[in-house]
């Protein structure tokens, strides 16, 4: 069964420096796919970013990119330039590849809570 | 505007009711998901739909109960044999097409409280 660790609850940065938020998994899948979510104090879940575990260059979305090592089997989330609207929870989650037997459902880590501070 | 929307966004139960919680997209998604979040907690599968009257079981579906009659609809009902329903429940939907990922678009939430 795969599975999801985040292992930083809580973490805290500074407006506009760089944070680094960990992600590893566990999965015997050769093809597969990684998200990272969002979820403010309004509580939407919103898409940070996705990767495709075939692909070897690393997502990037505007001030967040991801460092995706498969053998390590670790994704890390790197926010540049942190602004206070970044403050939310950050979930981590992993999805099989397709195929006919693939339900393609999501397994979530526990999140990071991430604090930007003024 | 395309998107999600969960009505309504709190709702409280009284012990021993059943209610209905509702979720409508505009996608044109084929799947549809419904979560559950409680403090501390990751998200956990109530129920998924991959296509019009068809659903399966997600990890925790005792208690729940869903429908899936129109494209664009995926109700859920809490029934009256969830012992602890007071949580929030997120829907979300993605689209189907083979070889890829099926990114999953969330909705903005209901809070249910049991009184």
């Known amino acids: 069964a795969q599975t999801v660790t985040q292992s930083q609850p809580e973490m805290s940065v500074q407006e506009a420096e760089t944070v680094t938020l960990s992600c590893t998994y566990d999965?015997?899948?050769?093809?597969?796919?990684l998200f990272w979510y969002k979820q403010p104090p309004s509580r939407q879940m919103i898409l940070v970013i996705r990767q495709e575990a075939y692909k070897q260059q690393n997502a990037t979305e505007n001030r967040f990119s991801v460092n995706f090592q498969k053998a390590a089997k670790s994704f890390s989330l790197k926010i540049s330039d942190s602004q206070l609207g970044d403050t939310a929870m950050y979930f981590c989650?992993?999805?099989?590849?397709?195929?006919?037997?693939?339900?393609?459902?999501?397994?979530w880590g526990l999140g990071t809570s991430l604090a930007v501070n003024p | 505007d395309g998107g999600i929307t969960q009505s309504p966004k709190y709702l409280f139960r009284k012990e021993g009711q059943n209610v209905t919680l509702s979720c409508e997209q505009n996608?044109?998604?084929?799947?549809m998901y419904w979560y559950r979040q409680d403090p501390g907690q990751g998200l956990r599968l109530i129920y998924y739909?991959?296509?019009?009257?068809?659903?399966q079981k997600g990890d925790i579906a005792e208690g729940y109960s869903v429908s899936r009659e129109k494209k664009e609809s995926f109700p859920l009902t809490v029934t009256s044999a969830q012992k602890n329903p007071t949580a929030f429940y997120l829907c979300a939907s993605s689209p189907l097409g083979s070889g890829g990922a099926s990114t999953q678009y969330f909705g903005p939430g209901t809070r249910l409280t049991v009184l």
């Open positions: 996608l044109n998604h084929d799947a």
């Open positions: 989650a992993f999805m099989k590849g397709y195929n006919a037997g693939n339900n393609r459902k999501l397994i």
């Open positions: 999965t015997s899948e050769s093809n597969y796919y």
């Open positions: 739909s991959q296509i019009v009257n068809d659903f």
